[in-house]
C-alpha cells in the first residue's frame, strides 16, 4: 500500500515542498496506523497520476486534491482543521475513509461513522448523512457498533432477559449485582451459600446458553479498590468469591468454554484452576499489574472506567440527582496509558462502562489502541 503526501506550500525559493513535516501530529498518527509503511515524500503538486490505485492520500490542503486522486485513493489522511474540512468530505465522490485532526474529528462526531479499514488501526471517519437526524447515543452507540466489538453490561436478571444474543457480540455478567439482587448484605453470607451458589451456577447457563457460542465474562465480586459491599465484612466478601468460584468450576466442567472469568486480584485467584481469566483494572495497582508484571498471565484486562473515575474524583458513588458526571481529562488519560501500555504488551483489552457510554476520547482511544471490546449498558440508560 503507498502513502502519498500532497503538499502545496510555497518555498521561499518558490518551489514546492516536498518534505513532509514529519513533527506534525496527525501525520504522525497517520503512520502509526499504517505499521510497516512509510509516508513517502512525494509531492503530486495537482499530478493525479501519482496516485496508485489504493493509495493512502496524506494532505495538508484537501481543497487542492483534484477528484482523478480521489478515485484511486482508498483512504485520506488530513492533516488540517478548518470548517472547509466537513465541507470536503461531504463532497467526496465515493464513500471514502478519512482520517481527520483530532479537535475537528470531534466536532464531526455525531455526523460521521467510525469504521474499520483494511490496513489501518485507527480512529477513521466517513460521512453518513442519515446519521445526523438520529440521538447523539444512537449515533453513538453506531459508532462503537463499526469499530470494536460491542459486549452487554448485565447487572441484574431483568436485563439478562432484555439482551437479544443478534444485537451484541458478547455479555459481561456483573457478580457484584447479583449479590445485591439476592439482598445479601443483610443477611449472613454463609447462610445463603447452597442457594446463591445454585442462583450463580443457574444464570451463568442460561446466559450462556442464550448467547451461545459467544463469549460471556463473568466479573466476580469483589473486584480490588472501590467496592459495592459498604454493609458487608471482608470476610464475607471472601466467602462470597468462594461461593461463585465453586459455581464457575461447575459451569466450566460442563464443557461451556465460551464463560470467561474476571475475578479479583487475589492470591485465591491465583491458586485457582479456572482458565482464561481477565484482570479487572480499577484501581493504579491493577494498572501497574498490567504494565509492569512480569509474569502477567491473564487473557486480557477488562478496564472499568466508572470505578476508575470514582478513585480518580475520590468520590464513593454516583450522584443520585439523576444526571451523570462526563468524563474528565485525568480520568481519559489514566484511562489512554493503560491501553498504550496493554497495547505494547499485545494484552487484549475491554473498555467496560457500567454506567454511562464512553466520551468522545475514549472511543476514539478504543479504535485507536484496538480494543477487543466495549462493554456498554443497556440502550435504555444512555
Request: hydrophobic share 40%.
Amino acid at each position: 500500500m503507498d502513502v502519498i503526501y500532497h503538499d502545496t506550500t510555497e518555498l521561499p525559493s518558490g518551489k514546492k515542498n516536498e518534505v513532509p513535516d514529519l513533527r506534525s501530529p496527525i501525520l504522525a498518527r497517520g503512520k502509526a496506523m499504517l505499521p510497516g509503511v512509510v509516508v513517502g515524500a512525494v509531492c503530486l503538486a495537482g499530478r493525479g497520476d501519482d496516485a496508485k490505485p489504493g493509495s493512502i492520500i496524506v494532505s495538508r490542503n484537501c481543497l487542492s486534491l483534484p477528484h482523478n486522486f480521489l478515485k484511486r485513493a482508498s483512504g485520506l489522511i488530513l492533516e488540517e482543521d478548518s470548517p472547509t474540512v466537513s465541507h470536503f468530505i461531504a463532497s467526496l465522490p465515493h464513500a471514502i475513509p478519512v482520517i481527520v485532526g483530532a479537535s475537528h474529528a470531534t466536532s464531526l462526531l455525531s455526523k460521521v461513522h467510525t469504521i474499520r479499514m483494511d490496513g489501518i488501526s485507527g480512529v477513521v471517519y466517513r460521512v453518513e448523512p442519515q446519521t445526523s437526524t438520529k440521538t447523539y447515543e444512537q449515533a453513538h452507540t453506531s459508532s462503537i457498533k463499526n469499530a470494536v466489538s460491542v459486549y452487554q453490561w448485565v447487572e441484574s436478571t431483568r436485563d439478562l432477559r432484555r439482551v437479544k444474543a443478534s444485537s451484541v457480540d458478547g455479555i459481561v455478567l456483573d457478580g457484584q449485582a447479583l449479590v445485591r439482587e439476592l439482598e445479601v448484605e443483610h443477611i449472613s453470607i454463609m447462610q445463603k451459600k447452597s442457594t446463591y451458589s445454585a442462583y450463580i451456577e443457574k444464570i451463568v447457563h442460561k446466559s450462556a446458553s442464550d448467547v451461545f457460542p459467544k463469549p460471556l465474562i463473568f466479573v466476580a465480586s469483589p473486584t480490588s479498590g472501590i467496592s459495592i459491599f459498604t454493609t458487608v465484612a471482608d470476610d464475607a466478601k471472601a466467602h462470597i468469591w468462594d461461593i461463585e468460584l465453586e459455581a464457575l468450576r461447575r459451569v466450566q466442567a460442563a464443557g461451556m468454554t465460551n464463560v470467561e472469568i474476571a475475578p479479583p486480584e487475589s492470591e485465591l485467584v491465583r491458586s485457582s484452576s479456572i482458565y482464561n481469566q481477565w484482570l479487572v483494572v480499577n484501581t493504579p495497582a491493577t494498572a501497574h499489574t498490567l504494565a509492569y508484571s512480569d509474569d502477567f498471565s491473564y487473557k486480557g484486562a477488562i478496564i472499568s472506567i466508572d470505578e476508575i473515575y470514582l478513585l480518580i474524583r475520590g468520590l464513593t458513588d454516583f450522584a443520585h440527582n439523576g444526571t451523570l458526571p462526563s468524563y474528565d481529562k485525568t480520568t481519559e488519560a489514566f484511562i489512554q496509558g493503560v491501553l498504550r501500555h496493554a497495547q505494547d504488551r499485545s494484552i487484549s483489552t475491554i473498555l467496560l462502562s457500567k454506567h454511562i457510554p464512553l466520551s468522545e476520547a475514549l472511543l476514539a482511544d478504543a479504535v485507536t489502541y484496538q480494543t477487543k471490546a466495549v462493554a456498554l449498558p443497556m440502550t435504555s440508560r444512555f
